[in-house]
């Protein structure tokens, strides 16, 4: 009996843990490559090269709207020049992603509200 209990205390610590340590790899920012240039500190994602001068990303929901994310990701529009970052250039790259795969990267940059920088 008492064992029992230690292995449904065991499964039960494994069933909390395991979702929590692979949420920044599963996170869509990193499943679509952002990671590779920029870190979102929020989500406790770094980048992939550190050496890099980009921007992180925890906070640009607060600075831009979707309709300035989707057409500064396809390298459309310039940087919309910000507190902390008065770039006015055009994104380095430009996304590959499209259709619902897009919208679910222009949709959780809106969501990205966090404080650090
Ligand atoms: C090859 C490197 C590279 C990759 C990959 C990359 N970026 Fe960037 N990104 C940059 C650079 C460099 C800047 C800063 C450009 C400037 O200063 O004008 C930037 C800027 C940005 C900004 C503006 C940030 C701000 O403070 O306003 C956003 C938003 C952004 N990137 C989103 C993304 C997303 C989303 C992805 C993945 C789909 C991505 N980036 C992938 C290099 C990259």
């Not at 599963?26 to 090269?49: F, Q, R, T, W």
């Not at 906070?59 to 309709?67: I, L, R």
Request: hydrophobic share 40%; aromatic share 6%; with cysteine.
């Amino acid at each position: 009996m008492q064992r029992a209990a230690v292995v449904f205390f065991v499964c039960a610590i494994i069933a909390f843990l395991v979702p929590r340590a692979s949420q920044a790899e599963e996170d869509l920012l990193v499943k679509s490559g952002c990671n590779k240039c920029h870190s979102i500190a929020a989500a406790g994602i770094e980048k992939i090269n550190a050496g890099m001068k980009t921007p992180d990303l925890s906070s640009v929901g607060k600075f831009h709207d979707a309709a300035f994310f989707s057409s500064y990701l396809k390298k459309e529009t310039a940087h919309a020049p910000h507190e902390g970052n008065e770039s006015d250039k055009k994104h380095m790259i430009e996304v590959k992603a499209t259709g619902a795969d897009f919208e679910a990267i222009i949709k959780r940059l809106t969501e990205l509200k966090g404080d650090k920088k």
